[in-house]
């Protein structure tokens, strides 16, 4: 008898186990990440310029082509006035030409909502051919249309 009450016992927790599995616990929808693509949407999309720091090798190279050229006009102490004068404009527009030739140093900051729901920024020194809302994927550190 107390075998069979045993028997019984297992056969209807057997079918209650079976009975839960079935069961529907929630209507909501799931999405589950990860199985496909690293795809995203484009959020942001900065420019960042450069704040250009001269090296000083334009002052330097200004200053003696400056002071050579004004060593070359006059004599005595005007041509001392000329020397240091040309020296002097010369490394001011050694400079100016220097940090001029700088200003290309740019960075773009691409900001773009990954469909995981991380959020993900890429700095790139090309101009990027996105705009907000574009569908990209994201193969390492590059970013293409999707």
Known sequence: MQSVKSALAIVGFGLGSLLAACATVGTEPRV?????????????????????????????????????????IGSG????????????GGALVGNEIERRSRRGDEDFRV?????????????TEDTP??????RVLVEGDRIDRY
């Open 32 to 72: 589950v990440y990860g199985s496909g693509p690293p795809t995203g949407v484009v959020e942001g999309i900065d420019y960042v310029p450069h704040q250009p720091h001269p090296s000083g090798a334009g002052a330097i190279i200004g200053g003696v082509a400056g002071g050579v050229l004004g060593h070359q």
């Open 77 to 88: 102490t005007g041509n001392t006035i000329a020397t240091i004068a040309g020296a002097i």
């Open 111 to 123: 900001g773009i909502r990954m469909d995981d729901g991380s959020y993900r920024v890429f700095v």
């Open 129 to 134: 051919d996105l705009r907000i809302g574009d």
